[in-house]
């Protein structure tokens, strides 16, 4: 994790902030977080588990903080205090006249019982800088503290994370809380870091403001409700339906019209003035039964009642009349469908969604992405992602290709995961912090193409309107989580709950 030696270095060395003073910050940020949060009401045990080094000093720092607040504590440490140096040994010499039990960890039965009986355990045992195996007496307490029943809090990273990819060593941390230091650290947003990370708090400790400047290699950058102001998604009094968005949507085959009508009703319920759906023409009473709302085209159809080719004049009319397109959903493979999307591809002027088995026509030939006249994304699966790069086997797509991509075609690829991962065309990479487990159900992919589609229609020049619309389909899921849980989510719920997760956006021009 290189890029936060880089962000110390400059505090310290450039700035001139002394590095014990960023760790008394630390220190009471996470303390001042637990008291906002509630967790030291009644009477809480806390132990504090402290390892060599920066890490540890945070430690000692903490359970200093928790005294003072009358908190019940006691501090295990890994190094004996004739060990310490620096930063660390100036706040362990703070510890000496408190009311608080420090001792060294001997590995006893009674140190271990006071783990696996404490209501709070804070982690700070191993820091950014680890690599290797965990050693003794590490895994020791690792183990106990995930063996505990107690409330977990991890100072900047649980111990066992490492890198930028969210690699994580065994035995690892399964912390519920992780307050990361000044800024959230890039490892915990992947999995199986992000699992064993829990809800992750980023706090101010002091860093001067433009610390991430000074950072060599690439910033990743995780998405907030405070980076969509209503402001930026309004609507004039005087809109209609011809100038609030119109979308165009190719899809559907036999078998597969729910993914045309999720994404074309997505799209309805994002807010689009006038949502078309062109499918072939056995599926179209299916379709207008299903949505009073949604127009619908009547297309010509191969005998496997796919889309046929000479569809094409039709399609380009629509394409022409929309403000955006999205092609993809419930397609199907047959020959001439395929041949439909790269003729799209190629010839379509407005922005454009490619999603499901458009994806597929492209595995075979992506460098037609070139010739695209108009903005693109790309919604792919890791698994659909892998087809697109011809990599197979037993791996999961990163970030890193997803940007090498984004950046080699021009267009803007959104990989769908845990979490999603939006590259933009220059690169810029931004982790979405919405959605939860739930959304692994057939059909959230056709909904998330319908609600990039509406909104990127309705604000088209709105720089950040493709980060909006992955924040606002994870809102959505989320908003059902208390009634659906995770097994329960299907896509229609994500469908049904855009209004509430749009409801504060729209309103008139501020």
């Not at 630390?26 to 045990?45: C, F, I, R, T």
């Not at 020791?140 to 994370?161: E, M, R």
């Not at 389909?473 to 097994?487: T, Y």
Request: glycine share 10%.
């Amino acid at each position: 994790m290189a890029a936060n030696r880089a962000v110390d270095d400059y505090a310290i060395k450039t700035r001139g902030i002394s590095g014990s003073l960023l760790m008394q910050n630390a220190g009471d940020a996470l303390v001042e977080h637990m008291a906002q949060q509630g967790y030291l009401k009644n009477s809480p045990v806390v132990v504090v588990l402290s390892g060599h080094g920066n890490n540890g000093g945070d430690g000692y720092v903490i359970a200093n903080g928790l005294v003072k607040r009358g908190v019940s504590v006691s501090l295990l440490t890994v190094s004996p205090a004739n060990g310490l140096i620096g930063d660390a040994l100036i706040h362990f010499n703070k510890l000496l006249n408190l009311d608080i039990t420090v001792e060294t960890w001997r590995n006893s039965e009674a140190q271990s019982q006071q783990i696996l009986d404490a209501d709070i355990i804070v982690d700070a045992l191993l820091g950014t800088g680890i690599s290797g195996q965990i050693r003794a007496p590490y895994d020791t307490l690792i183990n106990l503290s995930n063996q505990s029943k107690a409330l977990c809090i991890a100072v900047d990273l649980p111990s066992g994370v490492i890198g930028d990819q969210g690699e994580t060593l065994e035995p690892c941390i399964r912390a519920d809380l992780t307050v990361s230091m000044g800024f959230g650290k890039q490892g915990c947003l992947f999995e199986p870091a992000r699992s064993s990370s829990g809800m992750v708090t980023p706090v101010e400790i002091g860093f001067p403001g433009d610390s991430l400047d000074h950072v060599s290699g690439e910033v990743l950058w995780q998405n907030e409700e405070a980076d969509f102001p209503k402001s930026k998604y309004s609507r004039l009094s005087q809109t209609h339906k011809y100038t609030a968005g119109k979308v165009f949507i190719i899809a559907g085959s036999k078998g597969f019209t729910g993914a045309a009508l999720l994404s074309s009703t997505a799209a309805l319920r994002s807010g689009a003035g006038l949502v078309r759906l062109a499918i072939p023409k056995s599926l179209g009473p299916i379709a207008e039964n299903h949505s009073l709302e949604t127009v619908i085209d009547y297309l010509p159809e191969t005998e496997s009642l796919g889309i046929a080719l000479t569809a094409m004049p039709e399609l380009q009319h629509g394409c022409d009349w929309a403000d955006t397109v999205v092609i993809g959903p419930g397609l199907g493979r047959h020959p001439e469908t395929m041949e439909i999307v790269k003729k799209i591809v190629k010839a379509s002027k407005q922005p454009l969604v490619i999603d499901a088995d458009a994806l597929f026509a492209l595995s075979d030939e992506p460098s037609i992405l070139l010739a695209r006249p108009a903005p693109t994304i790309l919604t792919p699966h890791a698994g659909e992602f892998k087809r697109l790069i011809h990599l197979t086997g037993d791996f999961t797509p990163s970030w890193k290709d997803a940007q090498k991509f984004a950046k080699e075609y021009g267009v803007a690829l959104l990989l769908k995961g845990a979490p999603s991962v939006l590259v933009m065309p220059s690169g810029k990479v931004i982790i979405n912090s919405t959605g939860y487990a739930g959304m692994a159900t057939a059909g959230s992919g056709d909904v998330l193409s319908g609600v990039i589609a509406s909104l990127w229609s309705q604000w088209k020049d709105e720089v950040d309107v493709l980060n909006f619309a992955m924040y606002i389909h994870g809102h959505a899921a989320e908003i059902n989580r208390p009634q659906k849980g995770v097994l329960g989510l299907i896509a229609s719920d994500i469908v049904a709950a855009l209004p509430e997760a749009l409801k504060e956006y729209g309103g008139l021009p501020i």
